[in-house]
């Protein structure tokens, strides 16, 4: 089992900044790669960006150059720096980690006005 918490998320104008964080914990030791992913109303849960293990990442096309995902493994955390922030970007955030389960975090809510 693993668990995640979420925290980070808020409101914020248009071209801000935040920064999302994920803590992990149980058996982390399992865990293959973590992500967040995004929901919005009425929409499927869509991937923003995933790290690997070994640091590999992954990006959605919306968010490439503008968020970067990083982890810090002492503390077993990944992040989601979020910069040039777009009303489009409003969201729910979720935490995701693979072990060959999948979890996810309870959520973050991520709002940007215009």
């Known amino acids: 089992q693993v668990q995640l918490v979420e925290s980070g998320g808020g409101l914020v104008q248009a071209g801000g900044s935040l920064r999302l964080s994920c803590a992990a914990s149980?058996?982390?030791?399992?865990?293959?790669?973590m992500g967040w992913y995004r929901q919005t109303p009425g929409e499927q849960r869509e991937l923003v960006a995933a790290?690997?293990?070994?640091?590999?990442?992954n990006y959605a096309d919306s968010v490439k150059g503008r968020f970067t995902i990083s982890r810090d493994n002492a503390k077993n955390t990944v992040y989601l720096q979020m910069n040039s922030l777009k009303p489009e970007d409003t969201a729910v955030y979720y935490c995701?980690?693979?072990?060959?389960?999948?979890?996810w975090g309870q959520g973050t809510q991520v709002t940007v006005s215009s």
């Open positions: 790290i690997t293990s070994g640091g590999y990442t």
């Open positions: 995701n980690a693979f072990t060959g389960v999948v979890y």
């Open positions: 149980g058996s982390i030791f399992s865990v293959n790669s």
